[in-house]
Each structure stands twice: as C-alpha cells, then as structure tokens.
C-alpha cells in the first residue's frame, strides 16, 4: 500500500504530522509512506520514525514546474491513499485529477470539500488536543483509529546515527568531556516568545552555578536576528560570558548536521519552534517557554511527549484570547514578561541535576 503524505510548510509542523505516518504503519504493516514537503523539512523528516520517502516540492517554484513535477509524481497513479496536512493545495488538485482513490486530509477551505472525498472537518481553534492528535484522527475514515492509552508510541522519533553525532561534535570543537546547554531563541511565525536579553540573563545565571562543566551554545538561522540583539548585547558585556557562549548558525552545514549536533546536548531551552520539537523527539531535558494565547498554547503546540524531561512554562494569567495577542489594550500585556528569569533557571537547574 503506498500513501502520500502532503505537508509543505513549516519545520515543526511537518515534524507533528509524522505520528500519522506512524499510526499507519502499525495498523498497516505493509505500508509504504511518501511525504510530500517543502525543501527546509526535507533533510529532518528523512531522519523520522515511520517515514518511508520523501518528495520535495517547493510551493515558491513557478507554476509550470510545479504542474511538471506533480504530474510526474501522479501519472502513473501508484497512490492508493493520499493525505492533505497542510500547505500548498495543488497536489490535492493532482490526487483528485488522476483519481487517486482515497483522498483524507484536513477540509477546510472550499477546495478540501471539493478534492478530497475522506476528509475530516476539524475546529483546531477549540484545542481540544495536541496538533499530532489533530493528524492522527484525520485516519478515522480509514478505519485507522488510536487510543490515548498508546499515544507515545506514535509520537515524532528522529534516527540519529550516534557515530556522526560525535562526529560533528568533533568537528564543531566542543570538548568531549564538557556537557552542552543549548538554548535556541528564535522562532518563526507570530507566537508570543520571551525577552531575548531574558535569554542573556538566563546564561549568565547558569554559568554562575556549573561555569566551565558545560558548553553553552545559541543556535539561530538568519531569520532568527531580531531574537538575538538582546541576548548578543548582553552576554557581549560580560568578559567571561563573552568567552563562553557559542553562536551558532544552523542553516549553513543543513539540518541533518544541526539535528546531530542537537543530539549531544544535555539540556535545550527554546519557545515554541521546530528546534523545541526536534528536541522533544530525541528525548533531550528541556524547557520551553510558551504563550498563553489559545490557539498558540503548549496544550496544543507543546512537547508531545511531555514527561519528567519536560518543562514548559507559560505566564501566570487568565488569557481570554483565542487567536492573537490584545497588545495594549490588554490588562497582562506583554504577559511573557511575567515569566521570571529566576523561575527558568529553576527549571533548568532541576534538570540538570535530574539527569546529569
């Protein structure tokens, strides 16, 4: 049975859509998973649990390579099953063209009631449950069901090869005998993130308390700046902080050498992010940090395996907003703010010595 899985968009989206790979293949051990993604996610979710290929497909191309390539990809109607996820729409134009039989996916918009015929209409905005449960119950008109008894063993799993872990923790000069801290501060999209001179004042606290003993790294992409300028003008004040923090950017060796290099650390700090996921799906300690708003809350968009590894912190208020920030004219305005550096140190301190 061959299934086509179609999630062109972001990083951690893509990430939170492979339990549904997963609860296919248990269900139906003769399957086949193809997912369909834009080039960022391509190298991660060739690392995932439950995914058999992957297709790129780049929703910037001009129209007519994108018709070129999906018809490519169509025409010899080798599908049996096809799913829409999210992103662009024109596969599911392809699937219902050259009749692919099963079509399921998330009907939203007036082409998912047209195009695909197994649907499900879904209220994500009720957060009812995490966006991988979201994924998963769009199987039901396949007779594939899940049960909230079993959900971690669906949940996003990266194969990391050890041997080029070390490998490129070799390569990136870190000591082995020094544990890592990394803390990623940036993020796409509008959620709500914390200080990035918060993020500073983090570091610098945890390097009072376990100085030389770790190596402590900042992740980022290009697209991260804006989160950095806080936290790079307050550790460049510092001489020995200065000396001790490592920026590193993650887009210029790819994502298969980030994910690796982020499978040697012992602790990873972030908000909500494909990074934070990434984490989460290697059973790295983390603490993430999270926005009260409904639609962007940690119920929905946190850790999906959220155990004694895991601590997600989210401002003390009562947010009575559902898509997006009030700003001003809200009584808690910047609420991310009310997130005390002291409480993350916590956090992190007690991991630490959890699992050190």
């Keep these: 049975m061959n299934i086509l899985i179609n999630r062109t968009d972001a990083i951690g989206d893509t990430l939170l859509s492979t339990p549904l790979a997963r609860l296919i293949k248990d269900k139906e051990k003769s399957a086949h998973i193809t997912f369909l993604v834009s080039p960022r996610s391509g190298d991660l979710i060739n690392l995932c649990v439950g995914v058999d290929e992957v297709l790129i497909y780049d929703p910037a191309w001009p129209l007519f390579k994108k018709i070129t390539f999906l018809k490519s990809i169509f025409e010899n109607s080798k599908w049996d099953s096809y799913f829409h ?50 994924n998963m119950a769009l199987a039901a008109p396949f007779n594939y ?86 936290l790079r003008d307050y550790v460049s004040q510092d001489s020995q902080l200065n000396k001790s923090v490592h920026f590193f950017d ?61 601590e997600v912190l989210v401002p003390d208020v009562v947010c009575g907003e559902i898509n997006s920030c009030a700003g001003a004219s809200c009584p808690y305005y910047e609420c991310m703010s009310k997130i005390e550096v002291q409480e993350v140190y916590k956090a992190c301190s007690g991991l630490i010595e959890k699992f050190q």
């Design 85 to 134: 996820l999210g992103g662009s729409f024109l596969p599911s134009f392809f699937a219902f063209f050259f009749r692919v039989k099963n079509r399921g996916g998330l009907r939203s918009k007036i082409f998912s009631f047209l195009f695909l015929n197994k649907g499900v209409r879904q209220s994500r905005s009720t957060v009812v449950m995490h966006e991988c449960e979201y």
């Design 250 to 310: 993650g887009s210029k060796k790819g994502l298969i050498h980030y994910a690796h290099l982020l499978s040697q650390a012992n602790l990873f700090i972030g908000p909500s992010t494909g990074t934070t996921h990434m984490a989460n799906a290697m059973n790295i300690p983390l603490v993430a940090l999270y926005s009260p708003i409904k639609v962007q809350s940690s119920l929905r968009w946190g850790p999906y395996k959220n155990d004694d590894m895991v």
């Design 145 to 230: 069901h899940f049960s909230g008894r079993h959900l971690d063993k669906y949940r996003p799993t990266l194969k990391i090869d050890s041997s080029l872990a070390q490998s490129i923790r070799k390569e990136e000069l870190i000591p082995i005998d020094k544990k890592i801290i990394i803390v990623h501060p940036g993020m796409s999209g509008h959620t709500l993130n914390w200080s990035s001179r918060n993020y500073g004042r983090l570091l610098h606290r945890l390097y009072n308390k376990f100085g030389d003993d770790f190596y402590y790294l900042v992740s980022f992409t290009p697209s991260d700046e804006p989160y950095l300028m806080g």
